[in-house]
Every structure is written in structure tokens, then in C-alpha cells.
């Protein structure tokens, strides 16, 4: 039988004999498939709770359906997305793995586990949202691999559900800061926020969820519009041109001037801070005139920077001394913008920020189909 799927994306180059994969329907799309089997529609209901709210690894898994149909659906789809072939934990408990997807790309995901400021236990999973990625960021050990291709919304999803399959605590947060640049996966990653907040699935708070971009100007325009209350952070690197054009490509097409209005617009629709993120790099972007010049960049209300240690990759560049750190943070604070430096997580497996590079095994195709810079 050949069912017309309403498939929220597909891979670019998926392997011919893998099976579609049921966590890239929604629960419309999961309806459509039981009226085509011929069966009710409270089956969809079902099956979307078992594998968003639940995780359920298996069909097997999936004991509230007949036998029968639980077969008949294991002819036609997969539930995992992906396998995990390789699975690191550092000493601060930060864990991180290897996926191996369906088409042989591989993708690193992070958990960190956190305490709150009440003392609350979280868990943030940190998620990929691209194999490799176009940007070409000069810092990032993601943006030296180039792009293979996007991740489906199930794909992204799978990243969270499978740390939470493993017995210990379930995620409370997740942050789009993996591999990949997600406003340039833009229908996947509204789709993924959408399934991961869904009351009949994983649940989470939209609040709970932070979308990084290195500031694709129209796509952060059209998430201010989606409804959602989802957190934006802004990778911002320089508080001009030049530097930040040096560090980062994008900017040459979206320069600050658009970028900060863009930023400015989705805080003010939506009554979220947005995080500026700015890694400090000695003898490049961290000297007093330059916080002054940040200072003046952003607007004091709804901004919120975050001062991030550079985590080692191949790029030749060294972290500020922490005492230049913190007197970049003084000049913010005084001159009115709330700022913060971010500790570093995982940095001994290769797990923090920048550092997420799936070593050699993503394959890039010679003509990213994906979204580059040109
Ligand atoms: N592509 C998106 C999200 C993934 S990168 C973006 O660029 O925002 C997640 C964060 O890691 C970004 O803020 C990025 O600037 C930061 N990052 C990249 N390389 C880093 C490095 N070597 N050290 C510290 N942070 C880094
Ligand atoms: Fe891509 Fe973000 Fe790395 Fe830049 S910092 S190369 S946008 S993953």
C-alpha cells in the first residue's frame, strides 16, 4: 500500500531502504496514516504519546496497540531516528554522543545537568540541527566541517528523547546550540519546538527552550511571529562590522544594523530577553572600548549578554585572561546592560560550546543544498 504522508521534511540523501521515521509526523500527520490503515483515529493520539511523551524506543514498546497493528506499523516506519555509536560523560557530569543517522551522518548531542538558583535539578540537552554547517564561523570547530545536510524534526527531536530514555532524570531544558545554524533549518526547527512542547508529548515549556543563530535577520523577523515564547539568543562576537565580519561571514549579508533592530523586535513582541552571546577572545574583541561600543549597541531593556569563554578548537585563537573578562563585564553593568560570564561545560570531552565537530565523520556533499552564504 503506498500512503501519501504528510511529512513535516524529509533527509536530502536518505538511504533508499530506511524506513520513514515516525517521529517526523506530527499528530495530524500521524492521523492520516491510521485512516489510511483503516483504523480509528484515537490510535493517533495513542501512538503520538508513546513516542513524544513516553519514548518509546520500539513498536514493542508501543503495548497499548493489537499486535497486529504494532506490526504493521513496524513495516512502514522506524521510531528511532538514529542509533547512538559512541557516548562520552565529563567529570562535571556534562554527557555527550555520537548519533549515527539513517543515511550514515553522524551529529553530536549534549546533556548537561544543572542546578537552578531555587535548587531545582535541570537537565538541558543541547541539541544539533544540521549535519556540519554552511556559516563558516571562524571559531567553531562545527563551522570548519562545512554542510552536509539538515536534520529532519524528528531527527532534532530524538536528540532529547534519548537522554531521557536512559533511566536517569528527563530533560527540562533544551537549547539549540549543537551543530548547525537552525533558522537555516527553519521549518524543522519551529516543527521540532512545536512537537517538544506539545501537552500530549515531551511537554516542555516554551520558555524553556533557547533558539541560537549567528543572525539570519528575515527568519529571526518570522519567529517573532510564530506565537512563541521560545527564548532567542543572538551569537554576536564584535560590537562592529569589521571584527564581527572577520569572526563571522554571515555578517556580511545581515550587518548589525539590521541584526540588532531584528533582535530588539522579537524582545519587544514576544516580552523575552534576548541573550547576546559573546565569546571573548584576546586581542580581538575584548578590549574596554569595545564593551563601551557594545554598551552603546544594545538596548538596556530586554538584553541580556553572556560573556563566554573560548572553548579550544583548531582556530588560532586564545581565551581573554579571566581578569580582562571580568572588567569587560564591569564596563557593561555599569553603563546599564545586564551581563553575566557563562561557565564552560564539558570542555574535557570536547563537548562545550564550538567544540561539537562529529571528528571527520560527517560527510559534506561537494554543493550544500542547504542555506551558505552567498
Ligand atoms: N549556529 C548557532 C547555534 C550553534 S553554535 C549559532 O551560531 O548561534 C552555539 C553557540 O556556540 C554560539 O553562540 C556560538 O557562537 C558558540 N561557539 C561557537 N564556537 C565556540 C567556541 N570555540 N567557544 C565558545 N563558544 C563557541
Ligand atoms: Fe555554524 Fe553557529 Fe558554528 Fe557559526 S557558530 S559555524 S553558525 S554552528
Not at 60 to 85: K, N
Not at 281 to 291: F, I, K, S, T
Amino acid at each position: 500500500m503506498s500512503l501519501d504522508l504528510p511529512i513535516l521534511n524529509v533527509p536530502s540523501a536518505g538511504s533508499p531502504t530506511a524506513l520513514p521515521c515516525a517521529l517526523d509526523l506530527d499528530l495530524q500527520g500521524l492521523g492520516a496514516v491510521f485512516g489510511s490503515l483503516g483504523e480509528p483515529r484515537y490510535r493517533a493520539r495513542q501512538v503520538f504519546r508513546a513516542l513524544h511523551q513516553r519514548g518509546a524506543a520500539s513498536w514493542d514498546e508501543c503495548s497499548e496497540l493489537p499486535t497486529p497493528l504494532r506490526r504493521a506499523l513496524a513495516d512502514r516506519f522506524r521510531v528511532r531516528s538514529g542509533e547512538t555509536v559512541a557516548q562520552a560523560r565529563s567529570e562535571d557530569g556534562t554527557r555527550k554522543r555520537l548519533v549515527r543517522l539513517a543515511d550514515g551522518q553522524e551529529i553530536e548531542t549534549v546533556a548537561i545537568p544543572a542546578t537552578s538558583p531555587r535548587g531545582a535539578r535541570r537537565l538541558s540537552v543541547c541539541v544539533s540541527t544540521q549535519a556540519g554547517c554552511a556559516m563558516a564561523c571562524t571559531f567553531c570547530a562545527t563551522g570548519s566541517m562545512g554542510f552536509a545536510r539538515h536534520l529532519t524534526t524528528g531527527e532534532i527531536v530524538d536528540q532529547v528523547y534519548g537522554f531521557g530514555r536512559d533511566g536517569g532524570a528527563r530533560p527540562t531544558h533544551v537549547v539549540f546550540m549543537g551543530m548547525g545554524e537552525p533558522l537555516a533549518n527553519y521549518a524543522a526547527t519551529v516543527a521540532a519546538i512545536r512537537l517538544l512542547c506539545h501537552l500530549d508529548g515531551a511537554g516542555l515549556s516554551q520558555r524553556r527552550i533557547t533558539v541560537s543563530t549567528s543572525g539570519l535577520v528575515p527568519e529571526i523577523r518570522a519567529l517573532a511571529e510564530e506565537s512563541l515564547e521560545v527564548t532567542l539568543a543572538i551569537s554576536l562576537h564584535a560590537p562592529d562590522d569589521a571584527v564581527r565580519s572577520e569572526l563571522m561571514p554571515i555578517n556580511r549579508r545581515y550587518s548589525l544594523g539590521e541584526l540588532i533592530p531584528a533582535a530588539t523586535a522579537y524582545g519587544e513582541r514576544t516580552g523575552r530577553r534576548v541573550s547576546y552571546e559573546y565569546i571573548m577572545l584576546d586581542g580581538v574583541n575584548d578590549r574596554p572600548d569595545q564593551a563601551d561600543r557594545l554598551a552603546a549597541l544594545l538596548p538596556k531593556r530586554l538584553s541580556h549578554v553572556n560573556l563566554i569563554p573560548y572553548n579550544w578548537t583548531d582556530a588560532a585563537y586564545q581565551a581573554s585572561p579571566p581578569a580582562r573578562a571580568r572588567e569587560f563585564r564591569d564596563r557593561l553593568t555599569r553603563a546599564g546592560l545586564s551581563a553575566t560570564i557563562r561557565a564552560s561545560r564539558g570542555r574535557d570531552i570536547a563537548a562545550a560550546c564550538g567544540q561539537l565537530k562529529a571528528e571527520n565523520r560527517c560527510r559534506v556533499s561537494p554543493s550544500p543544498s542547504g542555506r551558505g552564504l552567498g
